[in-house]
């Protein structure tokens, strides 16, 4: 089996973070979404993992993961040139696929689910497709599935009625004949050709299409509030070793857990956590900072009043004004 992680989105909801910086890179804990996509294939053994991209991510990526070294994987980089859907995305597979099953993930999602039971669905109980699925509050916001006796019947994309609260999440096992579900389908009315649309046509010609339901975390990354809460939930279930960096330099701080300090971080009188990710070689002093994401680079110093609830770019540079204190000292 192969995986595809699809890397192509702008993350148009993310702007001005996203605007030179693709999406799937943000971290979450200081573990970007790619890294923990990659992670996640290598679980089950998945060692060729093609990455959908637009060319213009190509550099940055690159230089994040490289070909899959770190991790034991070859990655290879695959082109889409245009945001035309997640099954446009995976045509644009099809050669490097070929006729192998392969996991497909979304590279805004972050997934704690084991995909173990749709890797076997595909491989070895028969399905020509296997899914992800979790109850969600708000179903009409989702691609929704209507499911009798551990097979889903139909696929409804943000349902204005829907026929059940189980939300498609961004997790997929499929074998060859998903390429013939995309080459048969239209575009939606938003002008993209849906996954779910394919999923459908597979159900509509006879192929087995099994789910699996979670409960555990899955966090679809696409605003600031989601990126803040799905850091605040990784930061709770990531094991304190090695929360703070061993060359992290903290000087007169009060760290309240949990927290992630990257590399080369050095911080000076400040109050940090709970639940706040420091991205690498930042240098913070006078601050107080809760729930919130720093990137890398971030320079911060006597900011007045306390950080919270917030998103820092890379490399950003805020000073406030440094109070002067009776008889002269700072």
């Not at 990531?238 to 992630?260: D, F, R």
Request: aromatic share 6%; net charge negative.
């Amino acid at each position: 089996m192969k995986g595809l992680i699809l890397c192509a989105g702008k993350g148009t909801r993310l702007y001005p973070i996203t605007l030179n910086f693709p999406k799937t890179l943000i971290p979450v804990a200081n573990i970007s979404i790619l890294q923990a996509c990659i992670e996640k294939l290598t679980e089950l053994a998945i060692v060729e993992v093609g990455v959908v991209i637009h060319p213009s991510q190509e550099d940055l990526i690159r230089e994040h993961v490289g070909y899959g070294e770190a991790w034991g994987v070859a990655i290879t980089y695959i082109y889409q040139y245009e945001a035309r859907g997640i099954s446009d995305a995976v045509r644009q597979a099809q050669t490097f696929i070929g006729e192998e099953a392969f996991l497909l993930l979304l590279g805004d999602n972050l997934i704690s689910q084991s995909l173990t039971e749709l890797k076997l669905d595909v491989e070895e109980r028969g399905s020509h497709g296997s899914l992800l699925l979790a109850e969600v509050a708000n179903p009409r916001d989702y691609g929704i599935a209507e499911v009798l006796e551990g097979r889903i019947v139909q696929l409804e994309e943000k349902p204005v009625a829907p026929k059940s609260k189980l939300a498609v999440l961004g997790a997929y096992a499929f074998d060859s004949a998903i390429f013939e579900a995309v080459d048969h389908i239209k575009p939606s009315p938003r002008g993209e050709y849906e996954i779910t649309d394919a999923i459908q046509w597979l159900i509509e010609h006879g192929k087995q299409v099994t789910y699996h339901v979670t409960e555990q975390l899955n966090m679809d990354v696409g605003t600031v509030g989601r990126w803040l809460d799905a850091n605040r939930q990784m930061l709770e279930v990531l094991p304190p070793q090695g929360a703070i960096h061993k060359s992290v330099v903290a000087e007169n701080c009060t760290i309240i857990a949990p927290v992630s300090i990257n590399q080369g971080c050095v911080l000076k009188n400040c109050v940090i956590g709970p639940y706040v990710s420091i991205g690498a070689d930042s240098h913070i002093e006078d601050c107080r900072i809760e729930n919130s994401i720093l990137l890398s680079g971030v320079h911060l110093k006597h900011i007045p009043n306390p950080l919270k609830d917030t998103v820092i770019g890379r490399q950003s540079v805020m000073t406030g004004l440094q109070v002067q204190k009776e008889g002269g000292n700072e």
